[in-house]
């Protein structure tokens, strides 16, 4: 069944921000750039997928909900939620859908408050320090799972 | 005078989702359950109780705000904020009503993150590990502190 | 089988001192107000409940395994042992009848060496910051749960 | 050019309860009094100055964004979020305006949990003990560092 | 009146081994003759002491307050539960008589573990690594308490 | 001389509950049947062997004491005071006699605070994790130490 | 120049035992089927890959250093070198090809031990959880970057 | 009475290197240079100022009790002695005039050990992160501190 | 079948070197005395030993899986490894024979780094302290654990 | 020899402001009273005491090498020096004549910082807590230290 | 005896790609050239020297141990063994020649795990710093040390 | 230019005292010594040398700006103030001349707070554990430090 290989992208606080903020370190790609190249991968491959930001945590925890009672694949890059939230930590485990950690840069080379994610015990996997390509290979991994699933 | 026997009852992040949510954690009773029983032994006791779940640690502190301002008593299970939320922390110490802390499971018998507790310091008392229980005894302690107050 | 509702309360060390010890933490009521306020709920809900003071850690310990050996529910409020004695808590961890901790005061509100249980990790559920009601509270818990398990 | 003398002034969580909250460590001076005396000092000094109270984490990030790309200064009380909010944090290390951290009481003099923060290694300075002068002083600063962007 | 001039000195557990243990550490004099002195010190003085040396934690709590109950003041020297029995320290901070702790050596330039007194924080005065003289010290220090409390 | 292959086994809390306590972990075997394999091969080995079990930490400290008086090899298995008591620390540094920690579970495998032995710096030796073997390869042990001081 | 994208794949200690090693964590591949599905792929993408297996620290080391000198890209599972191995954190600081850290499971949601990757800071990305998947996405992501440093 | 309008600052240790001490942390300005603009300022505002520069903490803390005892106001950038001198705080604990931190630069944005501040929890407001400009609103807040005292 | 008591002994790095290292510490026996020791113990029972020292880490770990995979005991004294090398603790976790961890001395009384052994959570059991008995009591741990297998 | 009972009493930094300083903590007494309750008791016993107070660390440690070189008996209250400074400790390591610590007050009983003395390790004996009798009862050890050593 | 004034020079892990190496780090020279130079002075000061560089821990203990039995000095650069390598320092401390622990870099100013060597407890001295410079007058100070025991 | 191969030694608190003070420790060798010992070696190098000692930390501070003023090198045994004075440290780094710290004895091979220097980040290399070789080692350092600034 194709419709099932169903995606949803959630950016977190200040991804909104790309292409200006801090670009020495994230870079000058925008996050409408990210998407698009994301949905590209998509269509290529055959699967649908929806894009979110949301600056507050406890938006993100009700987006992971519905998303997970859509029976959707989750992508998150949660920034600087990532260090403290357990909120989302909690969120994430309570759903069973695949579900993706993703950075644009390698945290764990980074301050030491970022070098820790709250999230990363409840996620299938992570992948970070690829810049935009975090994210199309968590594309790659995330339909793998739901491929895997339907099998 | 009998209408001052006013309780808030706030449930934090991811508890919409009791029910299905890890059930063999948090069992399988629904927050609406929940609600019933307490509304239940509310009518019982003749006291006048009401229900909100919100994700968002603002709309959280707004609401703490707003019933104290109504001279209501406060249960509360911060759910995640328990465990780092100090705007959560510091709108519990501003308001000077009844409020107690609440959790379905012993938390301290849990995770290390889940053994912390940043509201317990600013609260008159807590409870927790008693499933449904920890509510229902929480309504009584609630409504013996009113009384007291009453007299 | 209503001789099943047995219900052992244990107070630890100081506590016979209740009532001239540090006065505006622990309040003027002494232990025997506090027993005799357990034992008229316990006569209006029907069930049997005992009481004794120990100073000594070991006598606590031997004190869980009888009570435990006769079935009964415990009540424990372990005074400083609570934050350092794993010795109750190996004895609490070896039996499996309902077990409730309970505190006078909130411990979580106080100097930084009582904020932390070690015996609450192997209790069913605990109660504290309320006063001679955490106790009540808890026996109407601990007569729950042995309802639960009689059903 | 004058008009580019523009400051933001956030409050942050529990502020809107200032006056009614734990007058002994807050003071009675409400959130409306403060902003009233830096609406005085910004007439006298010729500058434009703008107010806002969010209880939101996300609220007060895109807050910050927004303030920013309108070249204004940013004066932040992030309240209890100013020891845990990495994502207020990221909010401000994302923008190059000025931007100034203040503090109606000496947060260094409080509880432990009160005295690290997070955001004050990516503003310009911080100003904290004065009451409502922190604000006013953070005025004067902002208007400097404005003029001198200016010059 | 000087029969209030009554003290108790409290030894703990080991302290009946003087003499024969470890005397590389703690010397040849045995729990008698440090008894012998302080007795001969207090006839000279004019006051009345009772010894009692107790193996058991909740033997030492029961001492104090026995001993408090009469108005006595205490020297304590709790040997190794000096380092980790907050039930000696509650037992110490109920009580408002004289309270001193004593220790034959210099618990200071020893192992890690005996550099920290959790029962230094509530007593009076502490006296550490003059051998015997440490516990007739003690006794001066207890009579001029005694004293200035009686005048 | 024969007669001086003489040894004291000491258990301490809760190993008087073996066979009914935590059965997974601990195994069935009763302290009885531990007591008689000792004894079993003690009578193989032409030594005499004694048990005693305390749950008190006094108990067990003046029971050291009283055993090294008596030229008494001593193997002890303090339960979880092994982690804390720096009384039964002391109590065995302060004996010269061969003296064998026992443990039937490997402690190192299991919770933090039992990675920890307060009494292991003090003895000769230690053996953990073989069940009832633990205390059948320290009675050889302590034979060989005791024949080693008679030659 | 088609040959430049040469990749060399490294196994870490204990790797050579994947399939009988703990499968309930590891998994019943082998380290053959895992290579066997890595040169599939490189030969679909039309790059060269050579794969070996060093159980000692040394080794690796050199291999590392071996592999840069050729120009080849690096993907490594250090095992448990991962995690302690500040030798292998110099030898791939010292090397600027591509370097991919790949692990079968996600090391974050182990033991704490395994949480910390000490290598991870000096990678250009990190892959982990996806089982023979991490492999498989860190071939891609090597000619990716190959690809950019070619054009 | 104008005359009470009397202020003390302080600087302490390398800050007579100012203008060649690490430019491009401190910038150019000379300590004279930062003189001059308070006594200009002061000399707008109506009040007296004193300044003084002691590379020693002991003559640091002798002229903090000589200008309390004169009424005086005391500004003072401990320079390193900020991070571990209890000996100064202790002086700032004990005197009663207004006394303000100062800081040229951010110290939270800098190494770890300049992060903590021994000196804040005891002054009664701290600025930092404004290069001169720390000093000028320093006064302004020391005078405002002195008009409310006279009032 | 007798042939299956077959145990593998090694010894890890500067082990080689008993008898001239430290001698206070480690005494004057050799490790060909050791051995020796070990051989007539083994002929005496009945059961095949073999020996091997390793300086390097990656040769004991191969050494382990090889033993493993010929049914072998293992009996490791691992020397400093014992202390941070978790390459040999995912070793010993790979295999499922019976596997002893000893040590010459008491470990848990020397220095502090000695003082953690990151290997003891996947052995079976630990001896340590007895000098060449320590080995001869795991020997004999070995068969008695081997024999419970066979049958 | 009756000149050779000399003494030197070293009073540290902000106690020449003793009697206004914090007098809720320190009381009222000044410097100047208790030296003349020392000079009483030391004409009293028939021994000479010499008194100093120091601001600086270096003065100090330089008058207690001039103390020492004169063969007199050091007794120190070393106020906040106590804390960090490891130059006094080293200047008390260096000499051999009896040395005492003293505190007017409790010091294990106030702020954290205040609970370790990095000199406690390197004196004969500590007295602290009994304000001006810390100091008498120190000259009366003092004393008896420079008897024994005549003897 | 002139042929005792023998020296080994050992390279630890990634030296041998000194000059390629970080050179902003570590410089442009290559390990040929130090030796050459550490040859030269060597022939200078009429002392034999010989050099090994391994990448291996096993095989730098054994070189440890054999440059000992013929009575050599060493000069060890461990490379990021320095930092977690008990197995080394074990090897250091089992040996009695002069032993010099040198570093090119200042490693106390660098990332935080390579501000601790486990093995310069165990050393007669350590140079670090210098560059080449760091090897030269380590051999001064090793023929030093040998001189001094030929004496 | 010869005179510009200018250096100052300077010794910190408590080296006054070498030769009398624990000469287990530190030798027998007085400060006069190893100053003609330096100025021995800098007359045979053809450099200008000079000495002073200072027990005050502020005056340490003061030397070392006057030095390097003066373009000379500076070489420095801070003693303890090596462990915790930033003062020191900031004045060293404020200077750009050559920079060595000495130490007589080995600091990382002894007590923990021994371990830390908190100078050594800024300085351009340092020497210790050789006695008074550590210092001459130095100057040779410095010379060739200054030799090369002037090429």
Known sequence: ??????ISVFHGPN???LGSREPDIYG???LDQINAALQ???DDMGCEVRFAQH?????LVDAIHAAAQGGRAIILNAGAYTHYSYALRDALAAVTVPKIEVHLTNIYARESFRRRSVIAPVVHGSISGFGV???LL???????MLDAIRD
Request: hydrophobic share 45%.
């Open 28 to 30: 000058t790609t925008t």
């Open 40 to 42: 590209a991968l998509a």
């Open 15 to 17: 991804l909104n921000a």
């Open 138 to 144: 968590a594309l790659r991994a995330a339909v793998s």
């Open 133 to 135: 390509n975090s994210y």
């Open 55 to 59: 600056s507050s945590e406890g938006a």
């Open 1 to 6: 069944m194709k419709s099932a290989r169903a």
